[in-house]
T-cell receptor, first 110, second 110 residues
Framework: NAGVTQTPKFQVLKTGQSMTLQCAQD?????MSWYRQDPGMGLRLIHY???????DQGEVPNGYNVSRSTTEDFPLRLLSAAPSQTSVYFC?????????FGDGTRLSIL | GQQLNQSPQSMFIQEGEDVSMNCTSS?????WLWYKQEPGEGPVLLIA?????ELTSNGRLTAQFGITRKDSFLNISASIPSDVGIYFC??????????FGKGTTLSVSS
């Protein structure tokens, strides 16, 4: 049972580049969400989804897009990376709350 | 917007001591969750609370949902070195997204 799988684990981008952070869960959870974690800031919600085809914004959605075409996958897209998006990104899933977290993607924007 | 104040920010204790930390909110919540995060990993859900006044244990950990619905407490009894990590509270009002505190960093010396 893999739980929540995030890829890649590490990534370095240049300002202006785009990329997609992948998140997949194999527990048939309806709820999935993306958080960013910065020193001294705790975890801040970017976007979340309560089921396939349904997404909503969290506390810090600007600069990020999401989609939920399947129950299993919830990718996070950075359209034009900025240094302020340097952070550790966590994906989480659960029945109706973030019960299981992935191990994170460490993203640096130069 | 909703804010969570988590205290203390950090704790340095001796093995065997009991630990208490708490979260307070400016708003009422329907759900309180407590997580632990170890270095390089995602948060792990420890305890979930769903009713005001509820007291729930998970091994040496005990958490309470405050009567006012604006606070929650986590106690760790007889601490051991593997209790080291960052503990996060999170609160949620039904229909809204989960809000995280900024964490309590626990250090245990043996």
């Amino acid at each position: 049972n893999a739980g929540v799988t995030q890829t890649p684990k590490f990534q370095v981008l240049k300002t202006g580049q785009s990329m997609t952070l992948q998140c997949a869960q194999d527990m048939n959870h309806e709820y999935m969400s993306w958080y960013r974690q910065d020193p001294g800031m705790g975890l801040r919600l970017i976007h979340y989804s309560v089921g396939a085809g349904i997404t909503d914004q969290g506390e810090v959605p600007n600069g990020y897009n999401v989609s939920r075409s399947t129950t299993e996958d919830f990718p996070l897209r950075l359209l034009s990376a900025a240094p302020s998006q340097t952070s550790v990104y966590f994906c989480a899933s659960g029945r109706d709350q973030p019960q299981h977290f992935g191990d994170g993607t460490r993203l640096s924007i130069l | 917007g909703q804010q969570l104040n988590q205290s203390p920010q950090s704790m340095f204790i001796q093995e065997g001591e009991d630990v208490s930390m708490n979260c307070t909110s400016s708003s009422i919540f329907n759900t309180w969750l407590w997580y632990k995060q170890e270095p390089g990993e995602g948060p792990v859900l420890l305890i979930a609370l769903y009713k005001a006044g509820e007291l729930t244990s998970n091994g040496r950990l005990t958490a309470q949902f405050g009567i006012t619905r604006k606070d929650s407490f986590l106690n760790i009894s007889a601490s051991i070195p593997s209790d080291v990590g960052i503990y996060f509270c999170a609160g949620q009002l039904e229909g809204t997204a989960l809000i995280f505190g900024k964490g309590t960093t626990l250090s245990v010396s043996s």
